[in-house]
């Protein structure tokens, strides 16, 4: 099991995303977290951008069919990265497993 962040610059993108991989069982759960600042330093200044932050959980073994899903979706500039998901309780691995298609 893994949690997928997925960075988009467009609410309204970020939301059909998101429904777009629940549709097709790609994913478990996904939530939103628009506004989200990130800094960084860029030619020795401090800059910040804003975007919305697509958080989902599903099977590792869906990650390059939801990464090509995110690419046709928004294109190939889009920020996507996943992160282990290595201690859970009986429940939430039960609701990923029975909520995302097998692979």
Do not use: C, W
């Not at 996904?30 to 990130?38: E, I, Q």
């Not at 804003?50 to 899903?69: D, G």
């Not at 309780?89 to 609701?95: P, T």
């Amino acid at each position: 099991m893994i949690q997928i962040l997925i960075y988009v610059n467009e609410d309204k993108k970020a939301e059909d995303l998101l429904i777009q991989l629940l549709n097709q069982q790609l994913i478990a759960k996904g939530t939103l977290d628009k506004h989200n600042r990130a800094f960084y330093m860029e030619a020795g200044k401090v800059k910040e951008e804003i975007r919305t932050v697509v958080t989902v959980q599903t099977r590792a073994t869906l990650f390059s069919t939801i990464e090509q899903q995110v690419v046709q979706f928004l294109g190939q500039s889009v920020p996507i990265y996943s992160l282990p998901i290595t201690q859970a309780n009986s429940e939430f691995a039960n609701f990923i497993r029975f909520n995302t298609l097998t692979k």
